[in-house]
Every structure is written in C-alpha cells, then in structure tokens.
C-alpha cells in the first residue's frame, strides 16, 4: 500500500489529508488504512438498523461497506482545512450520509 508508514504517522489526519488532495497516492491509502474501522462500525450499525432490507434482499453489507469507503474517499477531496471541524467528525459524517437512511431504501430498484 505505501512504502514507509512511519513517514505519515506523525502527521495529523489534516496534514495527511492536504497531501492526499495534493496527489500523494501513499497519503491517501494510509488515511484510508486508518478509517478503515470507522467505515466498517458505520456499516455493520446501519446494516443492524435497516435489518428489515437485508431480509428481503434489498440491503446488503458488501454494499454499505463500499457506500462507507465512497463517503471517506469524497471526505479526504472536499475536506476544508479552513471550517473549523476537525478531519475525523468531518470523516464519519461523509460515511455516515453514504451509508444511511435517505438512499438505503431505493437500494437495488428495478426500472421499467
């Protein structure tokens, strides 16, 4: 994933995420290696919550892990330094709006 990880561990999730909006692709993965939990407890906490859509089909869990790895990947690209929010409440409210309830029903719609 990226050649030396302690180049980044001393650095703050902000200073990680200005190289990764940069173009530091090592930046990048290591943010992701580090969200990789909150990504997956946002997941496994709407899956239990909408448990009535996995049943029939509608909701699976591969799905909102991936919806949670698109809202930390939009996260690290909008993210403003200057709003006065850290990156980590930033972060999982980007996964929590991919993962949750306004598009979760209309999951899997079939068109005519």
């Given at each position: 994933?990226?050649?030396?990880?302690?180049?980044?561990?001393?650095?703050?999730?902000?200073?990680?995420?200005?190289?990764?909006?940069?173009?530091?692709?090592?930046?990048?993965?290591?943010?992701?290696?580090?969200?990789?939990?909150?990504?997956?407890?946002t997941?496994?906490?709407?899956?239990?919550?909408?448990?009535a859509?996995?049943?029939?089909?509608?909701?699976?869990?591969?799905?909102?892990?991936?919806?949670?790895?698109?809202?930390?990947?939009?996260?690290?690209?909008?993210?403003?330094?200057?709003?006065?929010?850290?990156?980590?409440?930033?972060?999982?409210?980007?996964?929590?709006?991919?993962?949750?309830?306004?598009?979760?029903?209309?999951?899997?719609?079939?068109?005519?």
């Amino acid at each position: 994933m990226f050649s030396n990880p302690d180049v980044f561990s001393g650095l703050t999730d902000e200073e990680l995420v200005k190289r990764a909006q940069n173009g530091d692709t090592a930046a990048e993965s290591f943010i992701f290696s580090r969200y990789k939990s909150s990504v997956i407890s946002t997941a496994k906490y709407y899956f239990s919550k909408f448990s009535a859509f996995c049943l029939t089909g509608l909701l699976d869990y591969d799905d909102l892990h991936q919806e949670g790895l698109l809202g930390l990947w939009s996260a690290i690209y909008s993210f403003k330094d200057e709003k006065n929010v850290t990156f980590k409440t930033y972060s999982a409210k980007c996964i929590a709006n991919e993962c949750g309830p306004p598009r979760v029903p209309s999951r899997k719609c079939s068109c005519r």
